[in-house]
């Protein structure tokens, strides 16, 4: 399945991932870096494997996520790795990810991995829309800085999952009204893979049950639920 490798909003690189363990939710593939990556990104891979104790926090720093050829961008529990070595500073690389939904290598590692996911009125998103809706949110819940690539929030509604802390990363939009779909991870405590927020855009934290959440325990179940609805309206 190729991929872009984005650090925040700039492309570093493509990968042409295959399934490592799907029990565990890995993926692999040979990662081709461009000018950028070699510029900007290349010391920061290599401090975090001089040591045996890495800096995550600068690691994080950097932001990473990819995008498969059909626009979906993964958000792994794992996080994702970067093999580099300064004794071969132009030799090959590989990137590895490991903690991806089950539902990604049934859905995309097929015959036709370049099939859209989403049908009308829901679309993908560019990398700018995704760091904006994640920055957003961030505020929206009392977060002050984006922390890691995968944001940290606490639910104070009973409704939406209460004092559980959740990480999230936008993965596409309802055209028409502005709904964003996250997907979501380490959550110790519930089973919702997916959640729709509708973002108010106030730039502030928001309180009194806002912004709106709407979780799912997997992406099927948004596409039942949400998805299919919102197209038969759509064609109306």
């Given amino acids: ?111 036709n991995p370049t099939d859209c996911f989403l049908i009308d009125p829901w679309e993908t998103i560019n990398i700018g829309q995704k760091l904006a809706y994640e920055d957003e949110l961030s505020k929206e819940f009392g977060l002050t800085t984006v922390n890691k690539s995968l944001l940290r929030f606490l639910q104070p509604d009973k409704e939406k999952v209460s004092l559980i802390s959740l990480t999230y990363s936008a993965l596409c939009k309802n055209s028409p009204n502005d709904d964003v779909l996250f997907s979501v991870t380490r959550t110790d405590l519930i089973k919702e893979k997916f959640v729709i927020i509708h973002l108010t855009w106030s730039g502030i934290q928001e309180l009194n049950g806002f912004p709106r959440t709407r979780y799912f325990k997997t992406f099927d179940d948004f596409k039942r639920i949400r998805m299919i609805p919102d197209n038969k309206d759509w064609e109306e």
Avoid: C
Wanted: proline share 5%; no cysteine; net charge negative.
């Fill in 1 to 111: 399945m190729k991929a872009t490798v984005f650090s925040h909003s700039n492309i570093i690189g493509t990968t042409d991932l295959i399934i490592g363990d799907a029990s565990m939710g890995s993926a692999y593939g040979t990662f081709t870096p461009n000018e950028f990556y070699f510029k900007h990104i290349q010391k920061h891979v290599w401090d975090f494997w001089k040591t045996t104790n890495p800096d995550y926090d600068k690691w994080y720093a950097l932001r990473l996520n990819v995008q498969l050829e059909n626009g979906y961008y993964l958000f792994p529990a794992g996080g994702y790795t970067i093999d580099d070595s300064p004794d071969l500073p132009n030799g090959q690389k590989r990137i590895d990810i490991a903690g991806l939904n089950s539902h990604i290598f049934n859905d995309f590692f097929n015959e």
